[in-house]
């Protein structure tokens, strides 16, 4: 869904100089580093950051006027652990190299037309990308509530050196898990979520689990 663009976006991005990153060398990384790919609004990662100060946490998304909320919400809250980069999923490389412990993709856009199965975010090119951020014991957690894009998701996982940890096709809602307003409102509606967790095989390591 297209949003309207708010008239404060544009000078709230130009201006801000704290949660916003704009290059490689400002990138600060902790034993911990977890990323949001498509993070919207922000609701999941700026309470993931509150409830785990010691971890640092890096939201991805193109949307210049989801970014700009997802700042306000960090900024309330004091949010010193979180850091967002405003690109397209296809620049990840630019940002990182093997330092992701985790990956987070909630919601992304199915993209439901079979022409436009390359801009899904689960699509093979990305997997390369995202072998390439994560460390060698990384790990990968998907949602959606689009049945298509969950099946083509595993098809498109079981190419690559990723194991399937767990699976499901209804997840239940973990208590006090942190959770955005998308997803409680699918919730709300009876809609199913997928799930799936992935974890790097060691394999190209030299150690098979």
């Known amino acids: 869904m297209r949003m309207r663009k708010k008239k404060w976006v544009d000078a709230f991005l130009e201006s801000e100089d704290h949660y916003l990153i704009r290059n490689r060398e400002e990138l ?5 580093n977890i990323l949001e790919i ?3 609004m922000g609701d999941f990662i700026t309470q993931s950051a509150k409830a785990n100060p010691d971890t640092q946490f890096f939201g991805f998304e193109k949307v210049d006027q989801c970014v700009a909320h997802a700042i306000k919400k960090a900024a309330d809250l004091e949010l010193d652990n979180l850091r967002i980069i405003m690109d397209d999923a296809s620049n990840l490389e630019d940002y990182f190299d ?7 993709l909630f919601f992304s856009d199915p993209w439901p037309k079979k022409r436009q199965a390359k801009r899904r975010l689960t699509y093979r090119a990305f997997i390369e990308r995202y072998e390439k951020i994560l460390k060698s014991d990384g790990e990968l957690i998907f949602k959606s509530d689009n049945r298509q894009l969950f099946e083509f998701t595993l098809k498109e996982f079981s190419h690559f050196d990723f194991y399937l940890e767990d699976v499901s096709l209804d997840l239940p809602l973990a208590e006090d898990s942190p959770i955005s307003a998308y997803e409680m409102r699918f919730r709300k509606l009876g809609q199913p979520i997928y799930f799936a967790h992935y974890k790097r095989s060691k394999h190209e390591f030299g150690k098979q689990l």
């Open 38 to 40: 498509g993070m919207g």
């Open 98 to 104: 093997h330092q992701i412990d985790k990956i987070y």
């Open 28 to 32: 600060q990384f902790k034993k911990t």
